[in-house]
């Protein structure tokens, strides 16, 4: 059962996130063989004040 975890900033709709799980479902289904009702996936969202980019804040 491929577990597939994804890291974003806060901020996009849910229809966003829905539309990202399916995409990804459809590429590790195509490029592993995955059975769909298999994969599992989960989004973890960061706020934005605890995202850096070399060091500094990005918000």
Same mark, same amino acid.
Do not use: C, N
């Given at each position: 059962?491929?577990?597939?975890?994804?890291?974003?900033?806060?901020?996009?709709? @849910?229809? %966003?996130?829905?539309?990202? +799980?399916?995409?990804?479902?459809?590429?590790?289904?195509?490029? !592993?063989?995955? @059975?769909? %009702?298999?994969?599992?996936? +989960?989004?973890?969202?960061?706020?934005?004040?605890?995202?850096? !980019?070399?060091?500094?804040?990005?918000?």
């Amino acid at each position: 059962m491929p577990l597939i975890q994804i890291t974003i900033v806060e901020g996009r709709t @849910p229809e %966003q996130k829905k539309a990202l +799980a399916e995409k990804v479902t459809d590429a590790v289904q195509e490029s !592993i063989g995955a @059975p769909r %009702q298999a994969i599992r996936i +989960a989004i973890y969202e960061i706020p934005t004040a605890h995202w850096f !980019i070399a060091g500094v804040p990005s918000g």
